[in-house]
């Protein structure tokens, strides 16, 4: 069992930044990889960022590429997003999840997760 909570949302103007952070508890944090999804009014959950049990390996949709910083930190049990140069689009719910399943090939989709926080709203004002 795994349990994920985030924290960190909140409104922003067009070109701010914000920090999300997820904290884990439960099943050995540094034994999984980690990513970020979010979802907006009317739209499927999407991919955003993912980074492997090590921190040594990350990937990142192309929407976001440049701008979103995802990292971890395994003796705290934390993984965090890094939003900088925002913008409306940005809008949404984000979720942190947990992918407990080792793997060599890269997960995207939100059905391989295992896990799931209760998401953060992030708001991006124009």
């Known amino acids: 069992q795994v349990q994920l909570v985030e924290s960190g949302g909140g409104l922003v103007q067009a070109g701010g930044s914000l920090r999300l952070s997820c904290a884990a508890s439960g099943r050995t944090f540094s034994s999984y990889a980690m990513g970020w999804f979010r979802q907006a009014p009317g739209k499927e959950r999407e991919f955003v960022a993912r980074?492997?049990?090590?921190?040594?390996?990350?990937y990142y949709a192309d929407s976001v590429k440049g701008r979103f910083t995802i990292s971890r930190d395994n003796a705290k049990k934390m993984v965090y997003l890094q939003m900088n140069s925002l913008k409306p689009e940005d809008t949404a719910v984000y979720y942190c999840?947990?992918?407990?399943?080792?793997?060599?090939?890269?997960?995207?989709?939100?059905?391989?997760?295992?896990?799931w926080g209760q998401g953060t709203q992030v708001t991006v004002s124009s």
């Open positions: 999840a947990a992918d407990l399943i080792p793997s060599n090939v890269l997960r995207v989709g939100a059905h391989e997760y295992d896990y």
């Open positions: 980074i492997n049990w090590s921190g040594g390996s990350t």
